[in-house]
């Protein structure tokens, strides 16, 4: 970080308060020009994501959850409308490293070691080689793949990749995680496990996560809140807030999500909350007061 120009004061600004939005999309249509014509990919797409939120992106096949996702992690950009990362563009928020990105292709390098791969980004940003060994450490620890670290990825199963990517994801400690479909090519166990796994780790590292999944259970299971998409040009139909547990009541904060264990998955309200973004999918009335379904 470069100094400010006129520097008359010694002692540095104090710190800004964190902003409470991760995440903030306002008006954003997304066109694409293709040979065959335009695509209206996304239309008058309105989402704020709190900090630590976990939010789930769901609809049916070619509704531009990728190409939300892509506008937010800066790999492309809007046709209108802004989007901003914790207060800013999404170009300086990936200069600034404030998210990491796990998509469904795990892409690890072949050639380096689970460490080498997860060590990756913070090679190229000139993390020194003992803080780096040491954060390397820690997160392998935190996806159980500590014995795993001298391994090459084609010696791994498919989650066990996986997680090594999300490791790799978390390197920089971003407070932001985009993930579009990560789990998508893993067997139903794996993929119950990976979830778990995903909740604890969102939970200890206070991130907030946009993911893409076209699993309902899944969304269910580990989102806050669920946007559900409608067919293009792609539009937020619903955003269905997670109400599961006991109490029934919205989990917004990562300590309760942390709560989230495999016995909810057997639990009625998880199954209410299913049939609830179902019904939003399918576009079916639902009773909202029962359900809490925010209707945009
Ligand atoms: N680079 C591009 N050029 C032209 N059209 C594109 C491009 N990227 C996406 N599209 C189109 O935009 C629409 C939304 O695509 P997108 O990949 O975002 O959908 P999706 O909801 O993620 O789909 P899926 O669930 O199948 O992954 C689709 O009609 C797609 O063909």
């Known amino acids: 970080m470069s100094a400010p120009e006129n520097a008359a004061a010694p002692e540095p600004a104090p710190a800004a308060a964190a902003p409470a939005t991760a995440v903030r999309v306002a008006g954003v249509n997304?066109?694409?020009?293709?040979r065959g014509g335009l695509v209206h990919a996304?239309?008058?797409i309105d989402l704020e994501i709190a900090a630590g939120e976990f939010v789930s992106l769901?609809?049916?096949?070619?509704?531009?959850?990728?190409?939300l996702m892509r506008l937010i992690a800066d790999l492309?950009?809007?046709?209108?409308?802004?989007?901003t990362v914790f207060g800013k563009t999404p170009t300086q928020a990936r200069l600034d490293q404030e998210y990491?990105?796990?998509?469904?292709?795990?892409?690890?390098l072949p050639w380096r070691t689970v460490a080498a791969n997860v060590a990756l980004p913070l090679e190229l940003h000139g993390v020194a080689s003992a803080p780096r060994k040491a954060k390397v450490e820690e997160l392998l620890d935190m996806?159980?793949?500590?014995?795993?670290?001298?391994r090459y990825p084609d010696q791994l199963s498919g989650g066990m990749q996986q997680r090594v990517a999300i490791a790799r994801s978390l390197a920089e400690q971003p407070r932001l995680l985009l993930m579009d479909e990560p789990f998508g090519a893993l067997d139903e166990m794996t993929r119950e496990k990976m979830q778990s796994d995903l909740v604890r780790i969102s939970a200890e590292t206070g991130a907030a996560v946009v993911f893409v999944t076209h699993s309902i259970p899944e969304a269910v299971f580990l989102s806050d809140r669920v946007v559900v998409m409608s067919p293009r040009p792609g539009r937020i139909r619903e955003i269905v807030p997670m109400r599961l547990g006991a109490s029934n009541a919205a989990t917004t904060d990562a300590a309760a999500r942390a709560a989230r264990t495999d016995g909810l998955r057997e639990d009625r309200s998880f199954f209410e909350m299913v049939t609830a973004v179902r019904e939003a999918l399918h576009g079916a009335p639902v009773a909202a007061g029962a359900r809490g379904v925010e209707t945009r």
């Open 30 to 34: 997304k066109v694409f020009e293709t």
């Open 100 to 108: 990491g990105i796990a998509f469904q292709q795990a892409g690890l």
């Open 42 to 44: 996304l239309e008058g």
């Open 143 to 150: 996806v159980g793949l500590a014995d795993f670290a001298d």
């Open 76 to 83: 492309d950009a809007p046709s209108a409308g802004t989007i």
């Open 58 to 67: 769901i609809g049916p096949s070619g509704c531009g959850k990728s190409t």
